[in-house]
Each structure stands twice: as structure tokens, then as C-alpha cells.
């Protein structure tokens, strides 16, 4: 299934995309399950597709999209994690994956403005997989990591780099607000076979920045799950980003930002493509 969530009739709600419309399950469906969290909570996937099929069809036009998973309890973050951008950045190779915490409040939707903050001229894209975890768990084996996954999307880590460089933390330039976009929608995972044969590519106004395979992760998605559930619980719904390739705009020669009336997009093989436009906020 492709997932997402939107607002329907004003109100938030989520379905199953299918040809371009929206297969919106019965509102006695969304009124056990306020959200596609409390649906990865209950292990309602299935559930969720039966109601959808029985659901109202709507329009592209009739809904407005939000962020896949627009309340996650956890997003973290993985940094340094294709060795493209390792070396781009000239860091030292760790034997453990670089981890960072957003906020909620930072991710946006497909179709969004994502907004520069003015007295910044350092905004920085950052194409990447992200993953949701649909069964929680601690401790977790890497054997055993992809049962613990519902699905895949796109995100883009965008950065507000002379603010992340402020100091040695990333905090403050990983997490104005709706400077995420994660989307268009989810992926479920038994519709992805096999996730290292993914493709991803980065656009900005149509040219290429960045393009890598998913097998060239350093810290693999069972890796990451096994290393990052020994110190947190994971639960369903949690989102976790794995990092992203060579190519940003802060390490090209000479270096290269969004701007205003950019485009950017974030394209991953059967994700779907994450399209975005630059304005700046005031």
C-alpha cells in the first residue's frame, strides 16, 4: 500500500493512495484510529486497507497533504552516513552512525513552502530515505530489524548550515520550523522487496545534486535499527532518516544554496518524488 495523510474536509485525516485520487477510510474507521500512528499501534494495517477499499474516493484537489507521519513520537536522525559525504566534509570514519533528534514541528508536507529563515543564506538540501517503524521494540536483533518496519518515504534533511555549525551540536540548524518535508507518502514494506535496490536522486530546479544507491550506506538500515533500539525504544511510528549523499550544496566549490523560487525535489525509486518550493520566512 502507499499511505498518506492529508486534510480531508478540514479535518486531519489519512488513506491509501491509488491512481492519483485518495481512498479515504469511513469515519467509524478514523474514529478508533485518529492517525496512521495509532493504526501502526494497533497493527491495523490490514484493517486499514479493507476500509479504505470500502471508503470514499477523492480527488487530489480535495485533500491537502501533511507530512506522512505528521506526530511521530521519535524522529532521529542519521548523520555522516554515505561515505560520499563522510569525505565531502573531510570528517574522521566512525565505527558507530552519528545520530541527531527533530523536532516534530520541523517536518512539512509534499507541495509545502519550505521557508528560509531570512538572515540565513545558507539553506542546504539534503535528499534521504526515511523509515517507520511499524512493530516497536527493544533490543532489537539486525535479524530481525525489517519485521519492525511498516514502510518507506522520502525526507529531506533541509539545513540552516551557519546555524548548524554554530557550535559542534546540529540542533539549532536541523530544526526550524517545517524545514523537513517527508513524503509524499509511505511505501509499505512488503512492497519493497528489497530496499538496497533503491535509487535516490536530489533536485534542484531540475539539475542533479546528488544521486546514490541505497547500498551505499555505511550503517545499514538493520545496523541502524539494532544500534539505535539498544539505547531507545522504538515504537510504531517512530520515523528514523538514514543519512544522506555526496553532493549537498555546502561542500561544492564554490558552495551552492536554495534561494527563493527554488525547487527541490527528492526522488527515490517507487517512493515517489518530494517536491518542494524555497520562500523565505519574514
Request: aromatic letters at 10%; a negative charge.
Amino acid at each position: 500500500m502507499r499511505l498518506a495523510s492529508f486534510v480531508f474536509e478540514g479535518q486531519p485525516a489519512y488513506g491509501v493512495v491509488e491512481d492519483g485520487h485518495y481512498r479515504v477510510p469511513p469515519a467509524a474507521f478514523r474514529a478508533r484510529f485518529a492517525d496512521l500512528t495509532a493504526v501502526l499501534r494497533a497493527g491495523a494495517l490490514d484493517e486499514l486497507r479493507t476500509a479504505a477499499a470500502e471508503g470514499e474516493r477523492v480527488a487530489a484537489e480535495a485533500v491537502q497533504l501533511l507530512p506522512v507521519i505528521p506526530n511521530p513520537g521519535k524522529l532521529i536522525c542519521v548523520g555522516l552516513n554515505y561515505k560520499t559525504h563522510v569525505a565531502e566534509t573531510k570528517r574522521a570514519d566512525s565505527d558507530y552512525p552519528s545520530l541527531f533528534l527533530r523536532f516534530n514541528d520541523t517536518l512539512a508536507a509534499h507541495g509545502d513552502a519550505v521557508l528560509r529563515p531570512a538572515f540565513s543564506e545558507r539553506f542546504d538540501w539534503e535528499g534521504e530515505l526515511a523509515f517507520v517503524i511499524g512493530k516497536g521494540g527493544r533490543h532489537i536483533p539486525k535479524a530481525q530489524a525489517f519485521e519492525h518496519i511498516a514502510g518507506y518515504a522520502c525526507f529531506n534533511d533541509v539545513s540552516v548550515r551557519d546555524w548548524q555549525r554554530h557550535t559542534h551540536q546540529f540542533t539549532p540548524g536541523k530544526n526550524f520550523p517545517g524545514t523537513a518535508p517527508f513524503g509524499p507518502y509511505l511505501v509499505t514494506r512488503d512492497e519493497v522487496p528489497d530496499v538496497t535496490a533503491l535509487t535516490l536522486e536530489t533536485r534542484v530546479n531540475g539539475q542533479v545534486m546528488q544521486h546514490a544507491g541505497i547500498s551505499d550506506l555505511i550503517f545499514d538500515i538493520p545496523v541502524l535499527v539494532e544500534y539505535i533500539s539498544r539505547f531507545t525504544p522504538l515504537s510504531p511510528g517512530d520515523v528514523i532518516a538514514t543519512g544522506t549523499p555526496g553532493g549537498v550544496g555546502d561542500r561544492r566549490e564554490p558552495p551552492l544554496y536554495m534561494k527563493d523560487g527554488d525547487t527541490v525535489e527528492v526522488e527515490i525509486t517507487g517512493l515517489g518524488v518530494l517536491r518542494n518550493r524555497i520562500g523565505t520566512a519574514h
